[in-house]
């Protein structure tokens, strides 16, 4: 039976999706323009950000950015839609508009990839996580959509990414794609929530 804590966890999940998700913008059925996947992802990362900040350990932060290797040549990693870093940033980079930091490798916590949704791990998603394992010990995977008509099909998606490298792998929903339907799993959205509040 899930306790009071769990269920105030989970609403903050479901409020996510719908501050998330502006269905009558981007369905089709409106018409063939739909917003686009990029802003769509964006909506979903900064909100992300929002919530985890609120689940985080004191001392660490939560942001949109880029780790730099201070040691190893001042190299930049890709872009990080969400990266998790002890104490300050080495660059800041904030306007009326965004919130962009540049954050030492050795305060990187976490890297979480964000993804509007997933039906099976692409190259680009394995070559992504080889690269950003240069910059940080973990990285993880959050999904909106999990397009899985079962639990035991979104947990062949997860052993994929922990195979491709990503330590750990999250969605919001799973999507049923013969019909449609939108299931939140609450045990792997609490699994979410623990592991960020172990952080170190």
Not at 7 to 27: H, R
Not at 139 to 167: D, H, Q, T
Request: net charge positive; aromatic share 10%.
């Amino acid at each position: 039976m899930m306790t009071r804590v769990e269920a105030a966890i989970i609403q903050d999940f479901k409020v996510l999706l719908e501050s998330s998700a502006p269905y009558a913008l981007s369905s089709p059925s409106f018409g063939s323009t739909t917003l686009h996947d990029f802003v769509k992802g964006l909506i979903l990362s900064t909100n992300l950000i929002d919530l985890i900040e609120k689940y985080i350990p004191e001392g660490n932060h939560v942001e949109w950015g880029q780790i730099i290797d201070l040691k190893g040549g001042n190299s930049l990693s890709k872009e990080c839609d969400i990266v998790i870093y002890k104490g300050n940033p080495f660059k800041r980079i904030a306007n009326k508009s965004m919130r962009f930091v540049i954050v030492d490798r050795a305060k990187t916590r976490l890297v979480i990839q964000v993804k509007s949704g997933i039906q099976s791990l692409s190259r680009d998603d394995k070559q992504y996580c080889r690269d950003v394992r240069k910059f940080a010990k973990e990285v993880w995977y959050f999904a909106e959509n999990c397009y899985a008509g079962s639990k035991a099909r979104a947990e062949k998606l997860r052993k994929s990414a922990k195979g491709a490298g990503y330590g750990e792998f999250f969605y919001l929903v799973r999507v049923n794609d013969r019909t449609g339907s939108r299931t939140m799993d609450d045990d792997q959205l609490l699994r979410f929530h623990k592991k960020l509040t172990a952080i170190e």
